[in-house]
Nanobody, 124 residues
Framework: VQLQASGGGLVQAGGSLRLSCAAS????????IGWFRQAPGKEREFVAA????????YYADSVKGRFTIARDNAKNTVVLQMNSLKVEDTAVYYC??????????????????WGQGTQVTVSS
């Protein structure tokens, strides 16, 4: 599966952005999908994930209550709705595909495929 992330941009603190992860291929519905982010000089960190069926979602504590992940397997798309953005949310955001059952969904090393990143910049 090939992934492409989009929707990043520049927004003021308190604003919202909606990121999309579009996938090619007929196997999209077999993968869990996760969003991770990487700020300059920092390691890539987990943000949110959704299981292949959409039945379970997971969030980093830092984004709980502000971000929402959802998927539409018919459209091969996962979206990350980001509200109440903070300056510390500034990073390059990546979506990844995880094979169900193969390791912790929250760990970057367990993802089989990655899209290119999309920059999110939150100004004060």
């Amino acid at each position: 599966v090939q992934l492409q992330a989009s929707g990043g941009g520049l927004v003021q603190a308190g604003g919202s952005l909606r990121l999309s992860c579009a996938a090619s291929g007929r196997t999209f519905g077999r993968y869990d999908i996760g969003w991770f982010r990487q700020a300059p000089g920092k390691e890539r960190e987990f943000v949110a994930a959704i299981t292949w069926s959409g039945g379970s979602t997971y969030y980093a504590d830092s984004v709980k209550g502000r971000f929402t992940i959802a998927r539409d397997n018919a459209k091969n798309t996962v979206v990350l709705q980001m509200n109440s953005l903070k300056v510390e949310d500034t990073a390059v955001y990546y979506c990844g595909a995880h094979v169900p059952g193969l390791g912790n969904l929250l760990n970057t090393g367990n993802y089989a495929h990655w899209g290119q990143g999309t920059q999110v910049t939150v100004s004060s």
